[in-house]
Each structure stands twice: as C-alpha cells, then as structure tokens.
C-alpha cells in the first residue's frame, strides 16, 4: 500500500511569488491535514479537509489556503511569500481525521520550500 | 490550554541503555496521545500510541507510560540503539469540532545513542 505522497520534495521561491504543494493520500483515507515544521516553531497544523471541505484550520494568515479534490487528492497553495514561510511542509492522511476511531494519522515524507 | 510541552530537548545515552522522553498536556479534551519518530529528510513516522482509558502501552522496545490525573505521558526506549538516534515528538488530539486532523505537537526531543 503506498505511503502518502509530496510533491515537488524540494523547490525554491522567490518573495512575493505564490506556491502550490500537492500531496496524494493514502489509498482510501479521506481526511488530508497539512502541516508546518521549523527548528524555531516546530510541527504546526496548517488546515483538515475531508471530503472535500476544510473541516478544521489552524492561527495563519489567509495567505495560506488549500484544497481538497474528489479523489482526496489535496493542494495547499502559500501567496504573496515571505522568507519566513521557508519550512517543510507535511501533509498527513487518514481514514477519518478524528481520534473517537483512534485511527493513525500517517505523514508524507514532506515539501522543503525555501524562499529567498 | 493547547500546548504540549516536551522535554528534555536533547538526550544522549549510551547503547544498550534506557531513553525516557516527557510530555505534559493541559487540555482534557485530548484522548489520544500518540508518539511519533523523524529522521532526517523524513516524515514523521507512527512509534506508539495510548488512550486515557490505560496506564501503560508496550510494544517492542517502546512503552508509554500514562499519568491521567497529572497530565504526563512518557515514553521509554529499552536497549537503546544507535539506529534510534532521531528526533522523537510526542503529540495528543481529542474527538471532532476543533481536533479534526489536528495533533498538537510537543517541541521534539534529539535522541542520540552512542555506540
């Protein structure tokens, strides 16, 4: 069964340039949260969405949003970047998104962005 | 309420010896409180996990440890190997509304085992 997949891995940006990461759950999990890691702030819960809807959104700006498709597939997209937004960005599926089932949430191995 | 503080930050032992991470949450709203370890360049992968509902979590070399009425999780890495060297995150998340999808992360401990 393959793992949740990121793409690109790695990309580098310019400020005031827009992103978009794309990432493919786990075969039949439809819940895809993002999240971002830094040394200064750690892992940080971007944005869930579940079929289709954002269920549930983390404190950052507006500038950061995302999407779900039909087939759970999701992007999130960063506008307007700022040097600070250079992180790894970690996409992580599961069945429900909801820990009632105590269902795993599995993490993909991430999209290093750097912003110059 | 939402934080998770972890600690220490780093730990070096010694092959063969035990590793001991702390966590310690706020928000009783949690009921799942997994572990998760990175290597680097990696995602964070799925060690353990535990419920409120047990005290103890064993598998393998790894054990949780639970303290409900204080609020602390631990876990312990028997035989520590170098091949266990990583950052180790402890994370905790309730049911529904504001949890969906989310795990509130502690800040990461460095793990070093010497050979």
Same mark, same amino acid.
């Given at each position: 069964k393959a793992g949740v997949t990121q793409t690109p891995r790695y990309l580098i940006k310019t400020r005031g340039q827009q992103v978009t990461l794309s990432c493919s759950p786990i075969s039949g999990h439809r819940s895809v949260s993002w999240y971002q890691q830094t040394p200064g702030q750690g892992l940080q819960f971007l944005f869930e969405y579940f079929? @289709?809807?954002?269920?549930?959104? =983390?404190?950052?700006?507006?500038?950061?949003? /995302?999407?779900?498709?039909?087939?759970?597939?999701?992007?999130? !997209?960063?506008?307007?970047? @700022?040097? =600070? &937004?250079?992180?790894?960005?970690?996409?992580?599926?599961?069945?429900?998104? &909801?820990?009632?089932? /105590? !269902?795993?949430?599995?993490?993909? @191995? /991430?999209?290093?962005?750097?912003?110059? | 309420q939402q934080q998770v503080k972890q $600690?220490?930050? $780093? *730990?070096?032992?010694?092959?063969?010896?035990?590793?001991?991470?702390?966590?310690?949450?706020?928000n009783t709203a949690f009921d799942y409180f997994p572990w998760y370890q990175q290597f680097p360049g990696?995602?964070?992968?799925?060690?353990?996990?535990?419920?409120?509902?047990?005290?103890?979590?064993?598998?393998?070399? #790894?054990?949780?440890?639970?303290?409900?009425?204080?609020?602390? #999780? $631990? *876990?312990?890495?028997?035989? $520590?190997?170098p091949g266990d060297s990583a950052t180790y995150f402890c994370a905790a998340t309730g049911a529904g509304g504001t949890s969906y999808g989310k795990l509130t992360f502690g800040q990461g401990t460095i793990l070093t085992v010497h050979p």
């Amino acid at each position: 069964k393959a793992g949740v997949t990121q793409t690109p891995r790695y990309l580098i940006k310019t400020r005031g340039q827009q992103v978009t990461l794309s990432c493919s759950p786990i075969s039949g999990h439809r819940s895809v949260s993002w999240y971002q890691q830094t040394p200064g702030q750690g892992l940080q819960f971007l944005f869930e969405y579940f079929s @289709e809807t954002q269920r549930n959104k =983390g404190n950052f700006p507006g500038r950061f949003s /995302g999407r779900q498709f039909s087939n759970s597939r999701s992007e999130m !997209n960063v506008s307007t970047l @700022e040097l =600070g &937004d250079s992180a790894l960005y970690l996409c992580a599926s599961s069945l429900h998104g &909801d820990s009632f089932s /105590g !269902n795993t949430i599995y993490f993909g @191995e /991430g999209s290093w962005l750097t912003v110059v | 309420q939402q934080q998770v503080k972890q $600690s220490p930050q $780093s *730990l070096i032992v010694q092959k063969g010896g035990i590793s001991i991470i702390n966590c310690a949450y706020e928000n009783t709203a949690f009921d799942y409180f997994p572990w998760y370890q990175q290597f680097p360049g990696k995602g964070p992968a799925l060690l353990i996990a535990i419920r409120p509902d047990v005290s103890e979590k064993k598998e393998g070399r #790894f054990t949780i440890s639970f303290n409900k009425s204080a609020k602390q #999780f $631990s *876990l312990h890495i028997m035989d $520590s190997q170098p091949g266990d060297s990583a950052t180790y995150f402890c994370a905790a998340t309730g049911a529904g509304g504001t949890s969906y999808g989310k795990l509130t992360f502690g800040q990461g401990t460095i793990l070093t085992v010497h050979p």
